[in-house]
């Protein structure tokens, strides 16, 4: 078993930033791709951003390319999110991933473990 927990939501305006970490913990020695997922009232959890073990690959949502930015420190056993020129769209509670494969993957199927969530607000 692997426990996801992220951190790093909170509230800002249009245009302003903000990092979301998700620590990993238990099952560590397996090598995980890693997602990062958003979901709104109503609606189904949406891909955004997922990352190779390695790091050397990444792949985004439309919705984000040249905003968001994925990385990760297997080190720490953490993996961020970058998110940049935020907009009120963005709002949505934004989930944590790790799938037991090597490469990036947008599929929900995928993806093993879950993390509880953080509420990302953009709002003036």
């Known amino acids: 078993q692997v426990q996801l927990v992220e951190s790093g939501g909170g509230l800002v305006q249009p245009g302003g930033s903000l990092r979301l970490s998700c620590a990993a913990s238990?099952?560590?020695?397996?090598?995980?791709?890693m997602g990062w997922f958003r979901q709104v009232p109503g609606k189904g959890r949406e891909f955004v951003a997922s990352i190779s073990w390695s790091g050397g690959s990444t792949n985004y949502a439309d919705s984000v390319k040249g905003r968001f930015t994925i990385s990760r420190d297997n080190a720490k056993n953490t993996v961020y999110l970058q998110m940049n020129s935020l907009k009120p769209d963005d709002t949505a509670v934004y989930y944590c991933?790790?799938?037991?494969?090597?490469?990036?993957?947008?599929?929900?199927?995928?993806?093993?473990?879950w993390g509880q969530g953080t509420q990302v607000t953009v709002s003036s």
């Open positions: 991933a790790a799938a037991e494969r090597l490469r990036v993957t947008p599929w929900r199927y995928e993806y093993d473990y």
């Open positions: 238990g099952r560590t020695t397996i090598s995980y791709a």
